[in-house]
T-cell receptor, first 118, second 116 residues
Framework: ETGVTQSPTHLIKTRGQQVTLRCSSQ?????VSWYQQALGQGPQFIFQ???????GRGNFPPRFSGLQFPNYSSELNVNALELDDSALYLC?????????????????FGPGTRLLVL | AQKVTQAQTEISVVEKEDVTLDCVYE???????LFWYKQPPSGELVFLIR??????QNEISGRYSWNFQKSTSSFNFTITASQVVDSAVYFC?????????????FGKGTHLIIQP
């Protein structure tokens, strides 16, 4: 177990709705990254939060947004849901990932939230 | 741009056979970091190993071994004496030197099936 938790585990929404996914990072970790994994594909980087600020973003539109709280937990918000947003959403926590990588730093993943958009 | 290619979509072997999962990467960075993760049916990505581009030693951990070849941009993963519990999807991933806060670039994964 990595100590990274996500909620909810499963979610069903309809097109056009909004959704919020939550992630609690491993104790002491100040960086949370979010990934989208479509069926049969590898995870794709959405964005990253380091000490409550977004400091990196992949190729995702602005309707994907997030927050990081003082306790380093995080939320992923997706507005105007589309059918293609159906995927497993993974969060990963790490320490100081947002800065130049230390020799040993690694991302530890949570169990994911499975989102189905109908 | 970074890219990770796992050409083997699915591999099926009988228990106790050795199996090698291939990973080829592309990057313009001179410093980079390579990872392998395992994803069982439950969905959680389990960290297996991290290799820094400036550490060219290969590594063995129990039944697992990794062969990092910088000259061919490959980072292959071998399971010796495979077991049914090794059945999962395995991902190779790459990350640049950081500072710009980039995430991991993953391959599409190799689905490994170990038959009893």
């Amino acid at each position: 177990e990595t100590g990274v938790t996500q909620s909810p585990t499963h979610l069903i929404k309809t097109r056009g709705q909004q959704v919020t996914l939550r992630c609690s990072s491993q104790s002491g970790h100040n960086t949370v990254s979010w990934y989208q994994q479509a069926l049969g594909q590898g995870p794709q980087f959405i964005f990253q939060y380091y000490r409550e600020e977004e400091n990196g973003r992949g190729n995702f539109p602005p309707r994907f947004s997030g927050l990081q709280f003082p306790n380093y937990s995080s939320e992923l918000n997706v507005n105007a849901l589309e059918l293609d947003d159906s995927a497993l959403y993974l969060c990963a926590s790490s320490l100081e990932w947002g800065k130049a990588l230390s020799r040993q730093e690694t991302q530890y993943f949570g169990p994911g939230t499975r989102l189905l958009v109908l | 741009a970074q890219k990770v290619t796992q050409a083997q979509t699915e591999i099926s072997v009988v228990e106790k056979e050795d199996v090698t999962l291939d990973c080829v990467y592309e990057t313009r960075d001179t410093t980079y970091y390579l990872f392998w993760y395992k994803q069982p049916p439950s969905g959680e990505l389990v960290f297996l190993i991290r290799r820094n581009s400036f550490d060219e030693q290969n590594e063995i951990s129990g039944r697992y071994s990794w062969n990092f070849q910088k000259s061919t941009s490959s980072f292959n993963f071998t399971i010796t004496a495979s077991q049914v519990v090794d059945s999962a999807v395995y991902f190779c991933a790459l990350r640049g030197p950081g500072g710009g806060a980039d995430g991991l670039t993953f391959g599409k994964g190799t689905h490994l099936i170990i038959q009893p």
